[in-house]
């Protein structure tokens, strides 16, 4: 499975953007996607997650009422909305997958089997 991450780029304080990831290749019923984000000088971060099983999706706090994970259930895409952004957003933003897996967190990078390039979001003030 390849992973294919767009719409990045320049925005201020308090704009919006939308990020999506399309998928290419065989993928299962069960699957976990995420975004993860890393700002210069970080470690990459969780932002959230979504899974094909319905469940609600998860966000890491600092996100949480400004970002919305999404998915296109006919073609596999996954959407990030992010609303009110903030220059602490800044970050290259990667989408990631992997199957379902039950007990399997899905705030944990290295449970995720394949990636996209990363698109760059900047936020300025």
């Known amino acids: 499975v390849q992973l294919q991450a767009s719409g990045g780029g320049l925005v201020q304080a308090g704009d919006s953007l939308k990020l999506s990831c399309t998928a290419s290749?065989?993928?299962?019923?069960?699957?976990?996607r995420a975004w993860f984000r890393q700002a210069p000088g970080k470690e990459r971060e969780f932002v959230a997650a979504?899974?094909?099983?319905?469940?609600?999706?998860y966000y890491t706090e600092s996100v949480k009422s400004r970002f919305t994970i999404s998915r296109d259930s006919a073609g596999g895409a996954v959407y990030l909305q992010m609303n009110i952004l903030k220059p602490e957003d800044t970050a290259v933003y990667y989408c990631?997958?992997?199957?379902?897996?039950?007990?399997?967190?899905?705030?944990?990078?290295?449970?995720?089997?394949?990636w996209g390039q990363g698109t760059l979001v900047t936020v300025s003030s």
């Open positions: 990631a997958g992997r199957k379902s897996r039950i007990g399997v967190t899905v705030r944990a990078a290295d449970t995720y089997d394949y």
């Open positions: 979504i899974d094909w099983g319905g469940r609600s999706p």
């Open positions: 290749g065989r993928t299962g019923s069960s699957e976990v």
